[in-house]
């Protein structure tokens, strides 16, 4: 009896120290306004909160995140299924090119976002180039739109290779009996891949769409900080990020944990989301 | 040569270049394609990679070029063997040997407790079995970005700031590793599990010598994700280290960007040498292990 209790400890202490005490203590501060010098705090209940909900600043945040995500979301799935079915279908080098077009995962979002730097450099960097030769001044960092754009492009680049794994070795796990049926009764080969192989594949863009979505909103924050070079300021940032610069760097405690709270509430929706979506794939498969 | 003949001879020798010529239009934009999407990959790796080949004040001048330099030695030794910050304890090195550490380390701890909390879970009839399910299920819905500031007071209060322990044991609670190897165990057939306790294998004899060599594929294929994800770790090693000689690359690469904006001539070669070894290691384990890697990534996230 005590074998298994011993087996579970340390995995339960780590989760009980470093997940739900801190998750409390962000419930409980952000229920109190600290006190910048750090001589104590004082309870003001949703204070916080509501001050979140009336700040344009936050809400102007907030539709960044939202389009951000959409856009990394929408533009990494459709690249990656392009790929995805093009490499299922070719035979000669068919290897190189899931090589080729997996790697980047391995590379971490902040060096993702300084290769991005080197990129959009001002005064060299290829893509500001390319982008000036079709007359657009390309300033990362200065311009809001711009830097808005190479974050997405750079998120994107990061993010194709999950999906081209998952959406490959969904292709594959298509029967092969199937393939063949779908060949003799549809000729055309867009029509073939609507009719069979989209919905076939469905179970796995919606696991995808739920990945990407967390992707997009927790683990872009090394693209942003290192594209945003260390000054926020004008600079468009995602919900994550000003967690991180309202708590570390504005000290502002309460309002950090309320926006803390938020983010909890808005895993606990997709996670459930999610398993809603698992439910339905086992009815496909 | 008769007018058959040479019918005949045009019709053998065109009918096949026509159906290979059609075979042939759609393989080629299909290769295209690939193309196109291998070289959107791979280009900003390869520019990255030719800057760190040409001196620094020929970089600022041009920018990146097709032309490969002699330099790469030298922005080597400098990225390596120099220090950056103001410690002088930045260097190169060490940073790869702090890379290396949290890497393993991340991945070694969460398939171990992952490992025995999913032995406990499934071979035991445990009442609170479910519940510790459950538990380690929430870790799910508490990703470190929503707990960044308590987190770190914790960290704090155990006084395991600018530690390896700090940096790596508040990492590896892991739902994912206990569902996989949960999920693996239950396949593993009950005749195995009568046969070892008819031969008088206790619990403990039973994991060690057939459970784990029995998984040694999924240890395998899990070591790599999460060596991978862990290398890869920037948020937390961001907070709590703050001495550099505790820097992984990953985390260093923050200081890294912001030695080309302050200074005179922004040393381009460092920098981006620098980038490259922060992605080598883990691009290097994906790309040879290639089979394990896709197995681990694809059914552990499900």
């Known amino acids: ?285 | 040569m008769t007018e058959a003949n040479a019918a005949a001879l045009a019709a053998a020798t065109v009918k096949p270049r026509r159906r290979r010529r059609r075979i042939r239009g759609g393989d080629v934009l299909d290769h295209l394609v690939l193309i196109v999407g291998s070289l959107f990959m791979l280009v900003p790796l390869l520019v990255v990679f030719q800057m760190t080949t040409v001196p620094d004040v020929e970089m600022i001048r041009t920018g990146p070029s097709l032309q490969i330099g002699d330099q790469l030695d030298e922005n080597f030794d400098k990225a390596m063997f120099e220090a950056s910050g103001f410690s002088g304890q930045n260097t190169g090195t060490r940073m790869l040997v702090n890379s290396f550490i949290l890497g393993i380390g991340f991945a070694l701890g969460k398939i171990l407790i992952g490992m025995m909390a999913a032995y406990a879970i499934v071979y035991f009839r445990l009442r609170f079995a479910t519940l510790a399910f459950w538990v380690i299920f929430t870790t799910l819905l508490l990703p470190l970005e929503v707990r960044i500031l308590p987190s770190y007071e914790v960290v704090q209060k155990l006084g395991m700031l600018n530690t390896y322990q700090g940096l790596i044991i508040p990492l590896i609670a892991s739902a994912t590793a206990t569902f996989f190897f949960r999920q693996f165990f239950r396949s593993v057939p009950e005749e195995l599990v009568e046969a070892a306790r008819i031969d008088g294998a206790g619990p403990v004899k039973f994991f060690v010598d057939i459970l784990v060599p029995l998984s040694k594929t999924m240890i395998a294929a899990m070591f790599i994700i999460m060596f991978v994800f862990g290398w890869n770790q920037y948020l937390w090693p961001t907070m709590v280290t703050t001495e550099e000689d505790m820097f992984t690359l990953v985390r260093g690469i923050k200081q890294i960007t912001q030695t080309l904006e302050g200074t005179n001539v922004p040393e381009f070669g460092r920098a981006n040498l620098l980038a490259l070894i922060a992605v080598l290691p883990p691009v290097a384990v994906v790309i040879f292990f290639q089979s394990w890697f896709v197995k681990g990534l694809t059914e552990s996230d499900k």
């Open chain 1, 1 to 285: 009896m005590w074998l298994p209790m011993l087996l579970l400890v340390p995995q339960l202490i780590i989760i009980a120290v470093f997940f739900y005490w801190p998750a409390w203590q962000a419930v409980q501060s952000s229920l109190y306004l600290e006190d910048p010098f750090g001589f104590g705090s004082t309870f003001v209940g949703v204070e916080n909160y509501t001050d979140l909900a009336g700040s344009s600043e936050y809400m102007r945040i907030a539709w960044f995140t939202v389009i951000f995500t959409l856009l990394v979301t929408f533009l990494s799935l459709a690249l990656a299924l392009l790929l995805a079915v093009k490499a299922d279908k070719v035979i000669r080098g068919a290897q190189t090119y899931r090589t080729l077009l997996m790697w980047v995962y391995a590379v971490a979002p902040p060096v993702a976002g300084f290769i991005g730097l080197i990129m959009f450099d001002q005064s060299w960097g290829p893509l500001t180039e390319f982008a000036r030769s079709l007359g657009w001044d390309f300033k990362l960092g200065v311009n809001y739109f711009d830097t808005a754009t190479a974050m997405v492009i750079v998120s994107v680049w990061k993010q194709v290779p999950v999906n081209f794994i998952f959406f490959l070795s969904g292709l594959q796990s298509i029967p092969r009996s199937v393939r063949e049926a779908a060949l003799i009764d549809n000729r055309s080969a867009s029509g073939r891949f609507w009719d069979v192989t989209f919905p076939l594949l469905a179970p796995t863009a919606f696991f995808l769409l739920i990945i990407n979505i967390t992707y997009a909103l927790f683990d872009t924050f090394g693209v942003v900080d290192t594209l945003v070079k260390g000054e926020p300021g004008n600079n468009p940032m995602t919900l994550v990020y000003k967690v991180y610069v309202d708590g570390f760097r504005g000290n502002d405690l309460g309002g950090s944990s309320a926006q803390s709270v938020i983010l909890m509430v808005l895993v606990l929706a997709l996670t459930i989301f999610q398993f809603r979506l698992v439910e339905k794939r086992i009815h496909y498969t």
